[in-house]
């Protein structure tokens, strides 16, 4: 069962959740939930989450949703171009229709994620995709590394942009460039013969174009060849697709896969040539992840390289070393003492403590503020980390302790350890450590449900409480900083507020 589906911000328009659930998600220009009538939709819906490749979907469910994932070999690999592979892979009982994509799950040290590509041939036993090769494109980067017989796991093959009339004997358009021609060759094969058809091919020089030696096979077919930037001894067509565009005529089907750029500047020129919008078909790549440079990549699109495997660092540190070194510590009578570089093993630990919880306060303001810096929204996987870092410590320092002096237990429940203002603030602080600690994990949040965020909401408590206990001895560590957060916290409040209500004015 689905409670609630909600899209963040960093839509890039790539339109992969409306063409997989049109009913739930609509993109103009960014991708927006349209109805909040779930049911007999949930395969699609938890499909439109995973295949999005900036994670922007987040579906919120109860229990018994799952996905049937597939599996296949790879069984060869070919250079067409040498930027362009093509992937044969053996899978059982294979079925798709001749312009379907499929959606690959991958993983590699940015974490998992997935992309999708048009089937260019396929049989019952196998299917081949055509791969662009960039060398920023997470996609390709995964799939060129492909040995054979390696195993990829996949979703099965979605429609969207199909031939519309098969048996229509008059004459269809196709235009592409460099993988683009993988949907369109797949519809051309499937053709009957005498159907004509007429292909135009843009790729940017000469040896960027492929499949020729199966495109002359196809009977019925005019191929035209496009090249922007062709050597001087080439004698194909050069400079823009437009140019053509003149030889189609108004009533034709034309079939577009390109980039949205593109599909845009060739359907605007069809139309303002009286062609009817309606006979026009289109798939639109898009670069699903930017990459500016290493640095820059970081910042503004918050790709962290092993983000997973530093979340569990923080997590094994907080929870194997840190009780270990304040046991042995203690055990020496040297908790208040020089530590490394430090004056005081337990001011370190808290200090740890307070400035990992002021962290996880401020990323969400920080990335309700400015949005577009991505490492901000990459920053929020890690606060159940920080919370159990924080958590830790002040459960450690307080449970710990009574291994040393179980005496303690007994005054822990005296009046005076729960009276107003100070020790109320201390035991809370503690008490909120500990159910934090207990929650942050995805077997509590499974098991709590809706109850889990309410329980989270606790964390509140342990800051308040915390700012109040640290402000008594570094009142410079503190109030600067939590006069910070709370400014933070009232400015995303006003931006929300204003981006709110100019959602509502738009729609």
Known sequence: MIEKVEVIPWCISCRTCETVCPSIFHVSPKSKVISHNYEGKESEILQAEIMCPVNVIKVQKKWGITLNFQHATLSKTKYLTNNIIELTFEANNFHCKPWQYISLLMNDKWGEFSRSYSIAEHTNHSFILNIKLEKYWRGSNYLKNLANWNKITYLWPLWNFYLKNEDDTGRKIFIATWTGLAPLYNMIIHLPKETPKLLIFWNRFEWDIYYMNKLLLVENLEIVLKVSRPHK????????????????????????????HMITEVKNHLIDAWHEKEKLFSEAFTESHVHTGSWKDIIYNGSIPFKKELSWIIILFSLILIPT??????????????????????????????????????????????????????????????????????????????????????????????????????????????????????????????????????????????????????????????????????????ILYIRKNKAKARS
């Open 233 to 260: 001894d080439h004698l194909e067509s050069k400079w823009r697709v437009t140019d053509e565009l003149k030889k189609i005529e108004k009533g034709e089907e034309v079939y577009l896969c390109w980039n949205p």
């Open 325 to 494: 070194s304040w046991f042995y510590m203690r055990s020496q009578n040297d908790l208040f003492w020089s530590f490394f570089i430090t004056d005081n093993f337990m001011g370190l630990l808290y200090d740890i403590s307070w400035f990992s919880v002021v962290l996880v306060m401020a990323i969400r303001p920080l990335k309700d503020i400015f949005p577009k810096i991505g490492i901000l929204r990459t920053l929020c996987y890690y606060r159940k980390a920080l919370w159990i870092l924080s958590a830790t410590i002040i459960v450690t320092n307080w449970l710990w302790g009574y291994y040393f002096n179980p005496a303690w237990l007994e005054r822990y429940f005296l009046a005076a350890r729960w009276d107003i203002w100070l020790p109320l603030a201390a035991r809370l602080s503690e008490l909120t450590a500990l159910v934090l600690l207990l929650t942050s994990n995805d077997i509590s949040q499974k098991l709590l449900w809706s109850w889990w965020k309410r329980i989270q909401r606790s964390s509140y408590i342990y800051f308040i409480t915390g700012w109040i206990m640290a402000a008594q001895l570094f009142p410079w560590k503190v109030y600067p900083l939590m006069m910070t957060v709370i400014f933070l916290y009232i400015i995303a409040e006003i």
